[in-house]
């Protein structure tokens, strides 16, 4: 149980273009969803936090408008990449949290990750 | 603002040794930490849970401990095995609805 997806594994786009990434809570509702960046070597870091049927909230010096979420459902968050630079190469992971049980602290699901190489 | 450090940032060893990995935190008001394991280009699969109540936690062959005063969590692994072979990340939350701090991981290759 409590299976994360992601769609696509690997995408490579090139500058100017959006890409849209998909997570998907494959047996389980999502209260809450993740959205974190990884560069090579380095931690991971949080995007952003989206709630389902509400606006997402962005982590300091993520820019909104570049990096959009729609969480539309309670199994479904999309990330969509607009205007993709080199720079915004990178591994892209989602998580989910239970709609049932404690703090999301406690119970965060991660999909396997999406690499976005941009040309 | 909570800073989460790892070492050793890379550790080979061969198969069979017991091995230690360490995880310190700036901020001991935690909720919890976890350890997890990425695979390469692959997503993160929680190995152990620790509460800030708590001060140990093992499966199978691991077992993590917490020294929340100290800022210290460690990581052991016995009998390690090249399956074994990933990259162990370090993360904690400071309540039970905020978000997880990650540390950039002790990347670990176990030789047969």
């Known amino acids: 149980g409590a299976v994360v997806s992601q769609h696509p594994s690997r995408v490579i786009c090139k500058s100017g273009t959006s890409v849209k990434i998909e997570c998907r809570s494959l047996?389980?509702?999502?209260?809450?969803m993740f959205w974190y960046r990884q560069f090579p070597k380095q931690s991971l870091m949080l995007m952003a936090t989206?709630?389902?049927?509400?606006?997402?909230?962005?982590e300091q010096g993520v820019e909104k408008d570049k990096f959009l979420i729609n969480h539309a459902s309670l199994t479904l968050s999309t990330l969509t990449v607009t205007s993709a630079h080199p720079e915004d190469s990178s591994f892209y992971i989602c998580?989910?949290?239970?709609?049932?049980?404690?703090?999301?602290?406690?119970?965060?699901?991660f999909g396997p990750g999406t690499r976005l190489t941009v040309l | 603002k909570q800073e989460v450090t790892q070492i050793p940032a890379a550790l080979s060893v061969p198969e069979g040794e017991n091995l230690v990995l360490n995880c310190s935190f700036t901020d001991s008001a935690i909720y919890n930490l976890q350890w997890f394991r990425q695979d390469p280009g692959k997503g993160l699969t929680s190995l152990l849970l620790?509460?800030?109540?708590?001060r140990e936690q093992t499966s199978g062959r691991l077992n993590a401990s917490l020294d929340k005063s100290s800022g210290r969590s460690t990581l052991y692994i016995a009998a390690s095995q090249p399956g074994d072979s990933a990259t162990y990340l370090c993360a904690v939350t400071a309540s039970g609805y905020s978000t997880l701090t990650f540390g950039k991981g002790t990347m670990l290759l176990v030789s047969p």
């Open positions: 620790i509460q800030s109540s708590q």
């Open positions: 998580s989910a949290s239970p709609l049932a049980g404690g703090g999301y602290a406690d119970t965060q699901y």
């Open positions: 989206s709630n389902e049927g509400s606006k997402a909230t962005y």
């Open positions: 047996d389980f509702q999502a209260t809450t």
